[in-house]
Structure formats: C-alpha cells, structure tokens
C-alpha cells in the first residue's frame, strides 16, 4: 500500500499542516506560509515522538535495513549526523542519506499564481540557506 501509512513522519507534517492553515490568518501571503511550513519541515523527531506517533513501521517494498529506516523516519529534516552515527554502530563508515534541501510549492488562488520556494540545508549543520523562489502564472492568468 502506497501512502503515509507506515511514515510516522508523514502522519506528523499532514497533522502539523492541517493545524497551521485552521489558523493560518485570511490574507497571508505566499511568504507568510513558507515561513510557517518551513518550521514543519526543520524537525526532526525524538524517540518520544516516533512512539507518540505509533513508532516506526517497516516499509515493506523499502530495500532498507530496518535500522536505517527508523533513521529515515525522524524527519521531514533527516538529519545527516544522525545517519552517520547509526551508519556506524552498525558498523558502517556512513549513510548516504539525509535532508539536502527543502522545498515548499504553493498555489494561490486570490493571486492566480503557484510558487516554488527552494533551500538548501546541505552543509555540516545542516543549517538552511536562503529560500530561492519562482513564481509562475496560472495558465488562465496568462490569457
């Protein structure tokens, strides 16, 4: 079964998502969301979380080890330090996983227009940069 079924994580941002647009006040900008959101996407989960969350489930199509699942499954952020230190108590040098970049697409329907927000987080902290941004017209608001 395809879905966020087994994903604690993915149960975590849907949940986080529909609670910052119940609240989300009329008239934010495009800008104001992505801010929001990239909040969301910065976390990482604990074990305390993850058991909130019904704790991690393997992923029966994932070619994955089990340990390096639960490791995936702390995101939306995966922290990169987080993969290399598993990585090694399973006796590997390192994981070649981890959050590179985030990324927020939105579309307007008062500005008839979506958005493509970008950053990177590919660096030792994992620290984000810049947002890099692209907006396109609807195709009708092109006419």
Do not use: I
């Not at 801010?35 to 994932?62: Q, R």
């Not at 987080?82 to 985030?102: F, I, K, L, P, W």
């Not at 990177?120 to 941004?133: I, M, P, T």
């Amino acid at each position: 079964m395809c879905g966020d079924a087994p994903w604690a994580k993915s149960r975590h941002l849907r949940a986080g998502v529909a609670s910052l647009l119940a609240v989300l006040p009329t008239g934010s900008s495009a800008e104001e969301l992505r801010e929001s959101l990239a909040a969301l996407l910065s976390e990482s989960l604990d074990d305390g979380a993850l058991a909130a969350l019904g704790g991690t489930a393997a992923y029966p199509a994932s070619p994955l080890a089990e340990w390096q699942e639960a490791v995936l499954q702390r995101g939306p952020l995966v922290s990169r330090r987080a993969c290399r230190e598993a990585a090694q108590a399973h006796g590997q040098d390192d994981m070649a996983y981890g959050t590179s970049s985030q990324t927020v697409l939105l579309s307007s329907a008062r500005e008839r227009r979506a958005f493509f927000f970008q950053r990177s987080v590919q660096n030792l902290e994992q620290a984000a940069g810049e947002w890099e941004a692209w907006t396109v017209p609807w195709p009708d608001a092109a006419e």
